[in-house]
């Protein structure tokens, strides 16, 4: 059991490194910072429509403020409002900045396709057009966006409720008891909806055949690493001081520093479930409309 895990983390890690996934994660944070505060005020805008908006707003923040910490809290806190200033210009301004929004918003979701795309070694037929499938590229991103508002508010209401019963639990158990049973059924929760977003992510976003079976292993085991990543980004934004470092620009880096990581444990988890498929299944396959890209192997002469 060991040699297996062993073997299949080695094999992971060689793909991690041949295809270049540390670059793609630097290209993602990228585009995930600058996407951030349209795709958070458009995930607030759906999710109003069915839940208090203030309120949903304040949960959202607060799980951010898990993910990133205080400092990057207050600087996305601050990115989101200034993309949610209403405009002045009438109708056509309006009509405007909603499509902005909409772009910019799904330009993250473009670019972790592209990424998910090279690490399973798959691209868009070239001889299709090109105007089409950046199209489709972009109505599939922001569906994306509307599966994310529909997650979030599931887990806005699943963490009410936990809230509630555990206020409910403490009249029957010591204090210490009752916080360690929540902050359990909270990481449980936590590792169930990070597996349904992963999952959804393999399943619909790259051009590529999978079952549900690998998306299923692949959104579980890369849900286990983002869970431990947030764990150990946390202890490392704690224990540092960016402020030192990076000055007034201190709260920027952080947001950076926590979607760089994120971005390559979200890599590394594909490359796992490209490596479970070829073990335990089948070779994962480029959809109708896609084509298999060949990796390039250089030989050295002597």
Same mark, same amino acid.
């Given at each position: 059991m060991v040699n297996l895990i062993f073997s299949m983390l080695k094999d992971t890690v060689n793909e991690f490194i041949e295809d270049d996934c540390a670059t793609m994660a630097a290209a993602l944070s990228y585009y995930t910072v600058f996407s951030l505060p349209p795709l958070l005020v458009l995930v607030i805008m759906v999710a109003s429509t069915f839940v208090d908006p203030e309120d949903f707003r304040g949960r959202l923040q607060q799980q951010m403020g898990s993910l990133v910490g205080a400092q990057g809290t207050e600087q996305i806190k601050v990115m989101i409002a200034q993309a949610d200033k209403p405009g002045s210009g009438g109708a056509l301004a309006t009509i405007l900045g909603v499509a902005a929004l909409i772009f910019g918003a799904t330009g993250a979701f473009v670019q972790l396709q592209a990424a998910l795309n090279q690490a399973w070694e798959v691209q868009p037929d070239p001889n299709r057009s090109t105007v089409r499938n950046y199209l489709l590229k972009r109505l599939l991103s922001f569906g994306m966006v509307l599966a994310l508002a529909f997650i979030l508010m599931v887990s806005?209401?699943? +963490? !009410?409720?936990? +809230?509630?019963?555990?206020?409910?639990?403490?009249? %029957?158990?010591?204090?210490?008891?009752?916080?360690?049973?929540? @902050?359990?059924?909270?990481?449980? *929760? +936590?590792? *169930?909806?990070? !597996? &349904?977003?992963?999952?959804? #992510? %393999?399943?619909?976003? =790259?051009?590529? #055949? &999978?079952?549900?079976? @690998?998306?299923?292993?692949?959104? %579980?085991?890369?849900?286990?690493?983002? *869970?431990?990543?947030? #764990?150990? &980004?946390?202890?490392?934004?704690?224990?540092?001081? =960016?402020?030192?470092?990076?000055?007034?620009?201190? +709260?920027?880096?952080?947001?950076?520093?926590?979607?760089?990581?994120?971005?390559? #444990?979200?890599?590394?988890?594909? @490359?796992?479930?490209?490596?479970?498929?070829?073990?335990?299944?089948? @070779? &994962?396959?480029?959809e109708p409309g896609a084509v298999r890209v060949v990796r390039q192997k250089y030989v050295k002469r002597d």
């Open positions: 806005l209401v699943v +963490s !009410t409720l936990v +809230s509630a019963f555990g206020n409910a639990l403490a009249a %029957f158990l010591p204090s210490g008891m009752s916080a360690l049973f929540l @902050e359990g059924f909270n990481q449980t *929760v +936590s590792l *169930v909806v990070f !597996t &349904i977003l992963f999952g959804a #992510i %393999f399943k619909f976003l =790259p051009d590529a #055949i &999978i079952s549900w079976t @690998e998306v299923w292993v692949g959104g %579980f085991a890369t849900a286990v690493l983002f *869970v431990l990543g947030k #764990i150990l &980004i946390g202890l490392y934004l704690g224990n540092s001081d =960016p402020v030192s470092a990076y000055g007034a620009a201190a +709260s920027l880096a952080v947001v950076f520093v926590w979607a760089y990581y994120s971005s390559m #444990i979200l890599l590394f988890g594909a @490359e796992f479930t490209q490596v479970w498929a070829r073990r335990y299944r089948t @070779e &994962i396959q480029p």
